[in-house]
């Protein structure tokens, strides 16, 4: 789900976290904020950080089609990943 499918374009990080955290979905974002939020709210259903340049999205694609393959639900658990 995209934050403009979900509605909450302009919302703030930590209200975006929350909200990812209720509905059961690990965050993808490539916003360094989301580096701090993993350390400052550990509890959350996952961080996946993109480190890739918008001129490689044929890589982020394979590397969360990856992440989707081999963690699970709970192995993501309030875990910061970095793709």
């Given at each position: 789900?995209?934050?403009?499918?979900?509605?909450?374009?302009?919302?703030?990080?930590?209200?975006?976290?929350?909200?990812?955290?209720?509905?059961?979905?690990v965050?993808?974002?490539?916003?360094k904020?989301?580096?701090?939020?993993?350390?400052?709210?550990?509890?959350?259903?996952?961080?996946?950080?993109?480190?890739?340049?918008?001129?490689?999205?044929?890589?982020?694609?394979?590397?969360?089609?990856?992440?989707h393959?081999?963690?699970?639900?709970?192995?993501?658990?309030?875990?910061?990943?970095?793709?």
């Open positions: 789900m995209t934050t403009q499918a979900a509605e909450r374009c302009g919302t703030g990080d930590l209200e975006q976290l929350r909200f990812a955290t209720k509905q059961g979905r965050i993808c974002s490539r916003d904020d989301f580096l701090v939020l993993a350390r400052t709210h550990p509890v959350h259903c996952g961080i996946a950080f993109i480190r890739f340049k918008s001129s490689e999205i044929g890589a982020l694609v394979k590397a969360l089609r990856n992440l393959r081999n963690e699970t639900a709970e192995s993501m658990k309030n875990r910061l990943v970095y793709l």
